[in-house]
Every structure is written in structure tokens, then in C-alpha cells.
T-cell receptor
């Protein structure tokens, strides 16, 4: 079965710092990769997604992620964070477990706090 | 376009009871997935429905079941509730079965 690991459970940064959140998944084959964000009091929203093509994908609010197939990784980056980026971030993978319709397998999440 | 809606938003039940949660997907979306979110286990996939058929199921006991209607609305049912079923239950809809999923606000279930 597919599994997703996010390396950092809690991250605290100052405004304008650069951000990189790690995400690795366990199973190869064809996968779809996602980063979701959950702002305080709000529901899960899609930040960005990778299905195929250019492994460097850009999402909303200046976020980007790079898919490295050889490393089974899909790390999230942002060059300069803002206080409003404080949220819970989830990496998710769909597919790669033998075909058929799959639900999303989520990582445990990273709680990001940006200090003004 | 209206988003995914879930009812009720909050629910309190006692052990042994059963509960039914409802989800209305985004108009035109035919796939509905359900997830359980808890502080300890995080987000876990329950099941997915597409065109009224369960296409995939996560690793949950048979007490957890669901169905989808012809208008794509979905319900999930939990029978014989246990304390450990206390969680946020999220519904997500998508156009197809492997695409981007749009999440609802969730139903917060508390089992006493």
C-alpha cells in the first residue's frame, strides 16, 4: 500500500524566510501528487498538483513543488513566506498501488507557523 | 459554482448508536470520496464512489459504509459507534476518479 511521509511536523519561520517542506512517497509507478493547505478555521484547499509533464509545478500564492521520480519526492517550496502562510500543509498521493480508482493517501501534515 | 457541502456540521452521539452523514458534491462532479481526520492518525481514506458504485475502500471495519445516489450526492453511515470514531469526516468531490479533489468543510462527530 502507498504511504506518504512528511519530514517536518512543525516548522517555525520568520517572514521573508525561504520554505521547503519535504514529502516522500513509497510506491512507484504512475502517481498523481498534490499539496493541500488548511488555513486556521478553513477547509482543505489545493495548493498545486502534478499529473505529468514538467516536474516543476507552480501553484497558488507563490508556492511551487518539484517532482523527483528517482527520489520518490515532491517537495514544496516558497522563496519568501508571509505571515498569512501560517497553516497546516498536507502532501497527498493518488495512484501507484496497482491501478483502479484510488483515494488520496495523505502525509501526517506539517504545521507551519510564520512569525511576523 | 457552489462548493462541496456537508451536513450536519457538528454531531454528538453516544456509544452504540449509528450516524448518517451527508455530502453534496460540486455540480457536475461524479466522484465522491470520504476521509476521516483525527489528531493521531491524520487523514485516512474511507471509500470512493463513482456513478453510484463503490470503486475503492480504505482499511476501515464494516461498520463504516456509504452509498451514492443518482444525483451524485453521497451518504456515509457508521453503525455501533465507538469512542474512537470521534473525528472530522471530510467529503471530497472530483470530476473523475483520479483527479483533483475538492473538499467540504467536514462533519465533526463526537462520540460520548
Amino acid at each position: 500500500a502507498q504511504s506518504v511521509s512528511q519530514h517536518n511536523h512543525h516548522v517555525i519561520l520568520s517572514e521573508a524566510a525561504s520554505l521547503e517542506l519535504g514529502c516522500n512517497y513509497s510506491y512507484g509507478g504512475t502517481v498523481n501528487l498534490f499539496w493541500y493547505v488548511q488555513y486556521p478555521g478553513q477547509h482543505l484547499q489545493l495548493l498545486l498538483k502534478y499529473f505529468s509533464g514538467d516536474p516543476l509545478v507552480k501553484g497558488i500564492k507563490g508556492f511551487e513543488a518539484e517532482f523527483i521520480k528517482s527520489k520518490f519526492s515532491f517537495n514544496l517550496r516558497k522563496p519568501s513566506v508571509q505571515w498569512s502562510d501560517t497553516a497546516e500543509y498536507f502532501c497527498a498521493v493518488n495512484g501507484g498501488s496497482g491501478g483502479g480508482a484510488d483515494g488520496l493517501t495523505f502525509g501526517k501534515g506539517t504545521h507551519l507557523i510564520i512569525q511576523p | 459554482k457552489a462548493g462541496v457541502t456537508q451536513t450536519p456540521r457538528y454531531l454528538i452521539k453516544t456509544r452504540g448508536q449509528q450516524v448518517t452523514l451527508s455530502c453534496s458534491p460540486i455540480s457536475g462532479h461524479r466522484s465522491v470520496s470520504w476521509y476521516q481526520q483525527t489528531p493521531g492518525q491524520g487523514l485516512q481514506f474511507l471509500f470512493e464512489y463513482f456513478s453510484e458504485t463503490q470503486r475503492n475502500k480504505g482499511n476501515f471495519p464494516g461498520r463504516f459504509s456509504g452509498r451514492q445516489f443518482s444525483n451524485s450526492r453521497s451518504e456515509m453511515n457508521v453503525s455501533t459507534l465507538e469512542l474512537g470514531d470521534s473525528a472530522l469526516y471530510l467529503c471530497a468531490s472530483s470530476l473523475g476518479t483520479s483527479g483533483e479533489q475538492f473538499f467540504g468543510p467536514g462533519t465533526r462527530l463526537t462520540v460520548l
